[in-house]
DNA sequence: CCGCTTTACGAAACCGCTTTACTAGATCGA
DNA sequence: TCGATCTAGTAAAGCGGTTTCGTAAAGCGG
């Protein structure tokens, strides 16, 4: 395999010069450009990366850490991180946590050993300061969908409190009062924050929050699905429930399936994320969506400035919408 | 940050020393090794990779090369991908080439760069000898999923032709004659593979294949739904179709949704890929399960072998289980 | 035609690790 | 007690680029 050292052998110049010139720190005369042109086509050089990489102590790679690249929330963002990267002229690494503490500290370590250059970091599972320690005051890591207290790093973000806040309220204004709601793991900013907005809106309706409907702990199908099936054994179930993700929403199906309660006519849902498909679910999904391009994209940017020695805003908020299709309906009169 | 050298003053060795005690390419008398041990605690030392790298010329990393991250088929494959490749101590490189040939040519180059030690590709796009030119004689790419004709490397496949084949039988087994058939785009070995089965059952049992409920060109949902449109209109519409792909499923229930034809009463369908959640769907689909978990591993391990100079299986051929859900009937005496 | 500025490059250090080839000193067998 | 073998390392040469500093020659203004 030829090195620049071949280019310039063959092309009459140094290799200094060769490296200027392909990295355009130099204005070469027509001749000795075509000349080295030339060398790298005859000997099909490509700079060896590895070396370029030790020299710059640059990768031009950025780690990508998710929960779980499986689901398809995830496999989103990462499709438009991919693709917001590759148009900045970098790489991605990806990494899959499982939820897990240690691959998400191995995660965050390739950062020490100059794997990658910087990070975007997810994570559903409530930080006891290991991450916030590791993290500490690193200049390229950004934090996308969920937040890690401590840190002061840039972070991109929905608004899940407004979102919450207006699935439920969608749900208020179809008629329904007993509104169960489903949330996640504790301790997560995002989660406590769907919460908020659902309280809000309950509050705001003068509608009672009875404890025996309010359920959380994890975003596993089958925590919902077994907390649905309680929030059914209650002496007046609710008429609607409010899932705080989709993959919450999966198992609140699942119950209701399980119970033979049908969705909507006895059981109106609504989502949190839209992941992509639900629409095809039975019924088609009302959920809130996250813009998931843009959070990938945004977190991207954000990444690419930090990088570039910018400064990119440490918190921003993007919208979510409600997107209506058929799993809620009014409820009906006289329960089951 | 420290680099080897300072571990080796630090503790009173040579820089040789230290890198050959941490590859464990030297056996040390325990208080040399203690007071290195020491010397990396104390100085929070951790090897520099793209130093290691260059130096050794591997990466431990792969690319892992899919159409499209996005899809919960290549979603599923890259999670098992990448666990697979982290209990190996590789990484790795995701790209989504969006059935983009200069995207796949991209991806290849990577191992040119020396940006990853190998890869495990994925395409969907017929190869016009470019791909096949690039591979060459290649030690370190895997084919998986598809094929790349003209290459001399690993590949590990699922049971296409055996696969369509149980498809098919089983909607005849379930009683349906007029059996519709759309499939991806031409060209593609597994595509040829699908409808070969396809044609086998049906010939097996003495059924007509009618040219008019014969499709295929496009993995696109929007392509088999008007494929789906258009076998409605012929004077006999079948009474089921098989799509050989979830994602050319898609497209045929919305077709179906469209013309208001409900599956499975008016319309059976069966899926191949039996990417995840498809079991939530309306109705929950009956396909033709690809064991991706396997395809990934075994790709990964393909690869590995021939990463560390030995030789796997040139084909692996990975067998495909018919899952049955909601989305065949018998077919109504009578038509719609 | 002399001093100054450009132009067009090059020598050598450096990035931080690995690895080959080698050795000083201790041990050991005869 | 002497050569052979072992033990416990080391010096130095890469890996293939980038970058800093510098310089010879050409151009140029006065």
Same mark, same amino acid.
């Given at each position: 395999?030829?090195?620049?050292?071949?280019?310039?052998?063959?092309? =009459?110049?140094?290799?200094?010069?060769?490296?200027?010139?392909?990295? =355009?720190?130099?204005? /070469?005369?027509?001749?000795?450009?075509?000349?080295?042109?030339?060398? &790298?086509?005859? /000997?099909?050089?490509?700079?060896? /990366?590895? !070396?370029?990489?030790?020299? $710059?102590?640059?990768?031009?790679?950025?780690?990508?850490?998710?929960?779980?690249?499986?689901?398809?929330?995830?496999?989103?963002?990462?499709?438009?991180?991919?693709?917001?990267?590759?148009?900045?002229?970098?790489?991605?690494?990806?990494?899959?946590?499982?939820?897990?503490?240690?691959?998400? &500290?191995?995660?965050?370590?390739?950062?020490?050993?100059?794997?990658? @250059?910087?990070?975007?970091?997810?994570?559903? $599972?409530?930080?006891?300061?290991?991450?916030? !320690?590791? &993290?500490?005051?690193?200049? =390229?890591?950004?934090?996308?969908?969920? @937040? &890690?207290?401590?840190?002061?790093?840039?972070?991109?973000?929905?608004?899940?409190?407004?979102? !919450?806040?207006?699935?439920?309220?969608?749900?208020?204004?179809?008629?329904?009062?007993?509104?169960?709601?489903?949330?996640?793991?504790?301790?997560?900013?995002?989660?406590?924050?769907?919460?908020?907005?659902?309280?809000?809106?309950?509050?705001?309706?003068?509608?009672?929050?009875?404890?025996?409907?309010?359920?959380?702990?994890?975003?596993?199908?089958?925590?919902?699905?077994?907390?649905?099936?309680?929030? +059914?054994?209650?002496?007046?179930?609710?008429?609607?429930?409010?899932?705080?993700? @989709?993959?919450?929403?999966?198992?609140?199906?699942?119950?209701?399936?399980?119970?033979?309660?049908?969705?909507?006519?006895?059981?109106?849902?609504?989502?949190? @994320?839209?992941?992509? +498909?639900?629409?095809?679910? =039975?019924?088609? /999904?009302?959920?809130?969506? %996250?813009?998931?391009?843009?959070?990938?994209? %945004?977190?991207?940017?954000?990444?690419?400035? +930090?990088?570039?020695?910018?400064?990119?805003?440490?918190?921003?908020?993007?919208?979510? %919408?409600?997107?209506?299709?058929?799993?809620?309906?009014?409820?009906?009169?006289?329960?089951?």
């Amino acid at each position: 395999m030829a090195t620049i050292h071949d280019v310039a052998l063959d092309a =009459n110049v140094s290799p200094t010069t060769v490296s200027r010139y392909i990295n =355009n720190r130099i204005e /070469l005369p027509a001749s000795t450009a075509a000349r080295i042109d030339a060398a &790298i086509a005859k /000997l099909d050089y490509r700079p060896n /990366l590895l !070396a370029r990489r030790l020299s $710059t102590g640059r990768t031009e790679a950025i780690g990508l850490v998710t929960p779980e690249i499986r689901e398809p929330f995830f496999a989103e963002l990462a499709s438009a991180v991919e693709d917001e990267a590759d148009r900045h002229g970098y790489t991605i690494f990806m990494s899959s946590t499982r939820s897990d503490r240690q691959r998400e &500290i191995a995660s965050l370590n390739r950062l020490h050993d100059r794997h990658v @250059d910087g990070l975007i970091m997810m994570t559903n $599972t409530a930080d006891d300061g290991t991450l916030a !320690a590791l &993290i500490g005051r690193r200049k =390229n890591v950004v934090l996308i969908d969920e @937040d &890690i207290p401590g840190v002061a790093v840039p972070r991109v973000f929905v608004e899940n409190e407004i979102g !919450a806040y207006k699935a439920t309220r969608y749900l208020i204004d179809a008629g329904h009062e007993k509104i169960g709601y489903i949330g996640g793991p504790g301790g997560l900013y995002s989660v406590e924050q769907r919460r908020a907005g659902y309280l809000r809106a309950m509050k705001e309706a003068g509608l009672k929050v009875r404890p025996e409907h309010l359920a959380g702990g994890s975003f596993a199908p089958d925590f919902s699905r077994k907390a649905t099936l309680e929030f +059914l054994k209650t002496r007046t179930p609710p008429t609607a429930i409010f899932g705080s993700s @989709d993959y919450i929403i999966i198992g609140i199906m699942q119950g209701l399936k399980q119970a033979d309660v049908s969705v909507p006519n006895q059981m109106s849902v609504v989502g949190f @994320d839209d992941m992509p +498909l639900t629409e095809l679910f =039975n019924p088609p /999904l009302t959920a809130i969506r %996250q813009p998931i391009e843009a959070l990938g994209r %945004q977190g991207f940017q954000a990444l690419f400035s +930090l990088l570039s020695g910018k400064q990119p805003p440490m918190l921003t908020m993007l919208p979510v %919408q409600l997107i209506e299709r058929d799993s809620v309906a009014s409820p009906r009169k006289g329960g089951f």
